[in-house]
């Protein structure tokens, strides 16, 4: 276990909240130390600290007067703490008097460089954007329960907007407010490791209607940041409308082929005028397939009302696509052969 020595600051909450500011030396195995409370309503108290190490720290915690003098009738507190992954302290606190709640407390240290300037420490990052996303109420709970794995101390936050107004809550709230609504067309989940004196680990996801969709993870281990951007990447795959997808990312490169199949089969239509109805009518065909796609078959669509959805929902947008690019290819195909048929 991580030795609890050393200089210690958080807060307090339950019964009682406020910040606290810990000393803590060990003397035979025994700790030893001196413990600062702002209560938030009865303000500052000063504790000596007595307690042993084992699979939980047990402290004992009697007040003393400012002149470091125990008083006539002190607060007698009892913490039970340990230390989690990250080397911070959790616990639970319990009064003489019955006052309890939780606490939490992470390492402070006076470094002092001998230069005057602090190293940077280093942090890695990556990004990964996704596709078309057709999104229902059993695919967020999935994707909250995947994202909070490794944050078991912090709170997932869930970004959204409806009623034309921008709305953030914790995740535990939306979903207990999922019935109230029906659909959302983007969503962003954030979350993050508690502050502490090292650099946090950080998840965002935006689902985004018009624009793409992103999952970014930044963190000081390389090894968590690539394992945990795979695995993101697996969990959002079976939600990706192919189709959808693939247009939008080479919908260009399609609509120039076709464009130079266009100017090759040109010298086939005889006349000047045929060639000009010929042209203009493809690029306008163009146009339409490209801003049908971009405006009117959203990226990314959330159904939050379904927990068993139709396989209508979840095609229609495939549907639709490939309805629209063979409608538009028999239309080209008949032109053409209109334009080249001999009166």
Same mark, same amino acid.
């Given at each position: ?23 803590? =030396?060990?003397?035979? #195995? ?5 413990? &600062? ?22 402290? =004992? ?22 230390? #989690? ?6 616990? #639970? ?11 939490? @407390? ?30 229902? &109420? ?16 912090? &709170? ?44 946090? &680990?950080?998840?965002?996801?935006? @689902? ?39 247009? =939008? ?36 065909? @163009? ?18 009302? #379904? ?22 290819? @028999? ?13």
């Amino acid at each position: 276990m991580i030795s609890i020595e050393g200089k210690w600051a958080g807060r307090i909450f339950g019964t009682n909240t406020g910040k606290l500011f810990c000393e803590f =030396k060990l003397e035979n #195995d025994k700790i030893v130390g001196t413990v &600062r409370l702002n209560d938030d309503s009865i303000g500052l108290l000063i504790f000596s600290a007595s307690g042993v190490m084992g699979k939980f720290v047990e402290l =004992k915690l009697t007040q003393i007067s400012e002149e470091l003098g125990f008083v006539k009738d002190p607060f007698i507190i009892d913490f039970k703490l340990s230390i #989690d992954n990250f080397g911070n302290i959790i616990g #639970d606190w319990i009064s003489k008097n019955g006052y309890a709640g939780t606490l939490e @407390l992470f390492p402070h240290k006076n470094i002092e460089p001998e230069d005057g300037s602090t190293e940077p420490q280093q942090i890695f990052g990556k990004s990964i954007k996704l596709g078309s996303l057709r999104l229902f &109420r059993r695919d967020i709970e999935e994707i909250i329960k995947q994202i909070k794995k490794d944050f078991s101390n912090s &709170r997932v936050v869930v970004s959204y907007s409806r009623y034309g107004s921008d709305i953030a809550k914790y995740a535990d709230d939306f979903l207990s407010e999922l019935d109230e609504i029906k659909e959302l067309r983007a969503i962003k989940f954030s979350v993050q490791d508690i502050p502490s004196n090292q650099l946090s &680990r950080i998840i965002n996801i935006d @689902l985004l209607q018009r624009t793409e969709s992103e999952i970014r993870i930044s963190g000081p281990n390389d090894s968590w940041v690539l394992g945990k951007a795979e695995s993101l990447k697996m969990l959002f795959s079976p939600f990706t409308n192919k189709v959808i997808t693939n247009y =939008k990312k080479y919908g260009l490169t399609l609509n120039s082929i076709i464009f130079f199949m266009m100017l090759i089969l040109i010298p086939e239509i005889d006349t000047i005028i045929k060639r000009a109805v010929f042209v203009i009518s493809i690029i306008i065909l @163009l146009s339409i397939l490209f801003i049908v796609h971009k405006r009117y078959i959203p990226n990314t669509i959330i159904f939050l009302s #379904d927990t068993k959805p139709s396989l209508w929902k979840r095609m229609w947008p495939s549907i639709l696509s490939w309805i629209i690019s063979v409608t538009s290819t @028999l239309f080209a195909g008949w032109l053409f052969n209109y334009l080249t048929k001999e009166p």
